[in-house]
């Protein structure tokens, strides 16, 4: 089998940009990894598909919203790697009109099928009785679960930070369902402080971190959310240009957009120690967004 995971090693770039209090800011090019299976899909995934290879499995099945960078990922790896992907996507009304998403339109290209469900019977998703009628409608099947953490994702983001990195006082992060930070806390020195940017508004990301973090030296960031998943406004939208414009780097404005303005907000108020270092995870997810913003 090709392996799609052999090559992890990816640059880090230095922001060149005069910033208040002596800090130092650094971008981890994650997004570099692989051009269709990046960043943290790339972690996440790659001790997944082995575990459904090793175990004989022909097939995963895995969930997501109709944009989903997760869906766009497993799609892609299942067409290098030659494995059959099903997505189960949230929203019976997209399957009248899902070729005209540019996420599953490239998903379809790659090869997945999809199952279009009702919100209602979305949230049902972990239960034993739809996970039956899943397998008697497609088969056996490798279940990765929706935004791809599990055991397995936290082994490979665990993979993210690197011996060298003990130089950083700060690990910054976008957190969607909290398995990207969990690996990188794991992986920590104990000096480092890991702070976390959740996209989305609500509390219980504390304790979806706690199920997989080992240490405790971690924080969130609870006010660059922008109103919540996929929202965002033109404040954030001319950061994300005029950090292209300044850095070449492309962020999105539903992960590392959000990242990224926090991380500019903080160093502004003060929030960083002086003279201290910030490595800024790049955890990809640029599906879509090419074209968009520039
Ligand atoms: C580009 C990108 N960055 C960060 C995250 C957040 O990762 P996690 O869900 O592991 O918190 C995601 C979510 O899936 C993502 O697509």
Aim: aromatic content about 12%; proline content about 2%; some cysteine.
């Amino acid at each position: 089998m090709k392996n799609l995971f052999l090559n992890d090693v990816v640059p880090t770039t230095k922001i060149d940009l005069p910033f208040q209090h002596g800090i130092e800011l650094f971008v981890r090019r994650e997004d570099l990894l692989h051009p269709e299976v990046s960043g943290n899909k790339f972690r996440k995934l790659k001790y997944n598909v082995e575990a459904a290879v090793g175990q004989g499995y022909k097939q995963l099945l895995t969930f997501g919203g109709a944009y989903s960078n997760h869906i766009a990922a497993t799609a892609a790896a299942g067409r290098i790697l030659g494995i059959q992907t099903i997505g189960v996507i949230r929203g019976e009304e997209i399957a009248a009109c899902y070729l005209d998403n540019p996420t599953l339109k490239k998903a379809t290209e790659d090869g997945m099928r999809f199952k279009f469900v009702t919100r209602t019977e979305y949230r049902t998703k972990d239960s034993a009785v739809f996970l039956r009628q899943l397998e008697e409608e497609f088969g056996h099947f490798y279940l990765v679960p929706e935004g791809g953490t599990n055991e397995e994702a936290i082994k490979g983001t665990e993979e993210i930070l690197q011996e060298g990195d003990a130089t950083y006082d700060y690990v910054c992060c976008a957190v969607g369902t909290g398995g990207t930070i969990a690996g990188i806390i794991n992986s920590s020195f104990a000096h480092q402080i890991i702070m976390g940017f959740p996209v989305l508004k609500g509390d219980f990301l504390q304790e979806e971190i706690k199920k997989y973090a080992a240490k405790e030296n971690w924080m969130l960031q609870t006010d660059y959310h922008f109103g919540g998943y996929a929202k965002y406004n033109a404040d954030l939208l001319d950061f994300i240009r005029e950090f292209k414009q300044k850095t070449g780097i492309l962020l999105d404005p539903i992960y590392t957009g959000k990242l990224l303005f926090g991380i500019f907000d903080l160093i502004k108020q003060g929030q960083f120690k002086n003279n201290s270092k910030i490595l800024a995870i790049h955890t990809g997810g640029l599906q879509g967004w090419n074209e968009k913003i520039k």
